[in-house]
C-alpha cells in the first residue's frame, strides 16, 4: 500500500493536521511534551526536530504543534515527508497499542454525557485535529479536557460555550455549564 500523507489546516495557527489514508490508531493520544512521549517512539521521534512542541494522534492522522518562532511553509514538507515515512516503517504510537475503551461509567447523567461527547462532539473536533475527554459531572458542571490542536485553540473557548455547552444544555437536564481543565 502506498501511503500518502495530506495537510489541513487547523482553527488553531500554532497547529497542523497530517493526515494519511491509513489507520493509525483506534482511539486517540496526546503527546503534550517531549517528556511524555518518551515512551512512544513516533512521538519521540517527532519531538527530536527542535521546532515541534506537542504531537496528538487519533485514528488517521497526527496533529503536530510547532513553536512560535516556526513558519509551516518552512517546516510542513519535512514533517510530510518524516510521517510518510514513520507510517510507512510502522513506528509504534504507543508502547502497548491498546485502543482506548469507549466504556461509559458514571450515572445515568454521566453516562448520557459521555455518549453525546461520543457521537456528535468527537467527530466535529477530530476533523479540527483536536480531541475532548470528558472527566466529571458536579453540581451542574461538566469538565472536559481538550487535546490536540483544540489545546491552546484560540477559538476553543467559543466552541466549549457557544457549541458543546448549549448541546449538552439543551440534551441533558441538569446540565448548567461546561468548562475545560487544562492538561
Known amino acids: 500500500m502506498t501511503i500518502n500523507v495530506y495537510t489541513e489546516s487547523t482553527p488553531n495557527p500554532a497547529t497542523m493536521k497530517f493526515l494519511v489514508n491509513k489507520l493509525l490508531i483506534n482511539g486517540s493520544v496526546d503527546y503534550p511534551t517531549r517528556e511524555s512521549a518518551e515512551r512512544s517512539p513516533f512521538a519521540s521521534e517527532l519531538f527530536k526536530f527542535s521546532f515541534v ?44 497499542e491498546q485502543a482506548e475503551a469507549t466504556q461509559f461509567e458514571g450515572d445515568e447523567t454521566e453516562v448520557k454525557i459521555q455518549q453525546i461527547l461520543h457521537d456528535y462532539v468527537r467527530p466535529a473536533v477530530e476533523q479540527d485535529g483536536g480531541a475532548i475527554h470528558y472527566k466529571s459531572f ?43 481543565e487544562a492538561m
Not at 487519533?58 to 512560535?68: E, L, P, R, W, Y
Open 53 to 96: 512542541n506537542g504531537v496528538f494522534f487519533a485514528s488517521n492522522f497526527v496533529t503536530i504543534t510547532k513553536t512560535d518562532d516556526t513558519d509551516w511553509n518552512d517546516v510542513e514538507e519535512i514533517l510530510k515527508a518524516f510521517v510518510k515515512g514513520a507510517v510507512e516503517s510502522e513506528l509504534a504510537i504507543k508502547p502497548d
Open 138 to 180: 458536579d453540581n451542574g458542571v461538566v469538565t472536559v479536557e481538550l487535546r490536540g490542536s483544540c489545546s491552546g485553540c484560540p477559538s476553543s473557548t467559543i466552541t466549549l460555550k457557544a457549541g458543546i455547552e448549549s448541546l449538552l444544555k439543551r440534551m441533558v437536564p441538569g446540565v448548567t455549564e461546561v468548562i475545560s
